[in-house]
């Protein structure tokens, strides 16, 4: 029935040749052979002679399961042989958590713990002002791993599809960043340590996206990672410098 319910999209992507063996990341002209009266079965890749995407029979919890690993072969699958369109919805989500965090760290800090206060604090413009300064930040992030990445391997990215399913695959793997919103909520006195691990979740997965996206070594995307975290950190130091609580 999982592979059933794929036939029209499958039939789409076909035509763009958009299918990746999920092992050994060779380019695949379909993810199964439909036989007809309900018969059906999964492609073997011509190059690993291994099933090009056994995801695609997998519940998708599984496949959660799978990426928040960091399997590889769960991102190619999501990447490459799946059409997800969430990648904007979740990175403007992702920004509102992130927004959210800081204008409660920022209401904690307020020395004025009235009720009403606090409601009219909540419509003044310091959570669009923390939500401006977190996308911006997110943007420098990005700059600085396309940056590393174009100088240091032109050949990547070289048409303007190169750079969107990069940006895609960086977006998607921000997911992490949902987790801001359960740790405020369930707030104890280990939450900076889960900040910190959210953290670092969020940059592991940036770079196995990166790895999967252009089939690089581990090497690079750390470096783009890193990069772009030097980058982020100076618009941080720019605004502070500004006066703004950040």
């Not at 063996?21 to 052979?33: F, T």
């Not at 009720?115 to 420098?140: C, H, N, V």
């Not at 750079?163 to 987790?179: E, H, Q, T």
Request: glycine content about 4%; aromatic content about 12%; hydrophobic content about 50%.
């Amino acid at each position: 029935e999982a592979l059933a319910g794929r036939g029209v999209l499958s039939c789409a992507m076909a035509a763009l040749g958009a299918y990746r063996c999920i092992e050994c990341n060779r380019e695949a002209a379909e993810l199964y052979r439909d036989y007809q009266r309900g018969v059906l079965r999964i492609s073997i890749c011509k190059s690993c002679q291994k099933p090009v995407d056994k995801y695609i029979e997998y519940d998708p919890v599984i496949i959660l399961i799978n990426a928040i690993l960091c399997k590889a072969q769960a991102y190619r699958h999501i990447l490459f042989n799946t059409k997800l369109n969430i990648h904007g919805k979740l990175c403007v989500f992702c920004l509102l958590c992130e927004a959210y965090l800081r204008w409660l760290q920022l209401q904690d800090s307020s020395q004025n713990i009235d009720p009403d206060d606090l409601i009219r604090y909540a419509k003044e413009w310091d959570f669009y002002r923390m939500f401006g300064i977190a996308s911006l930040e997110q943007t420098s992030f990005l700059v600085g791993i396309f940056i590393t990445l174009w100088w240091m391997r032109p050949e990547m990215l070289k048409t303007k599809s190169d750079f969107i399913l990069l940006l895609k695959a960086l977006l998607l793997s921000s997911y992490g960043k949902l987790l801001l919103i359960p740790a405020v909520i369930w707030e104890h006195d280990y939450t900076p340590l889960c900040l910190a691990f959210i953290k670092v979740f969020v940059l592991i997965s940036n770079s196995q996206a990166i790895r999967v996206t252009l089939n690089l070594n581990r090497v690079l995307p750390w470096l783009a990672i890193l990069f772009g975290l030097i980058l982020e950190n100076a618009v941080v130091c720019l605004f502070q410098k500004m006066g703004w609580d950040v």
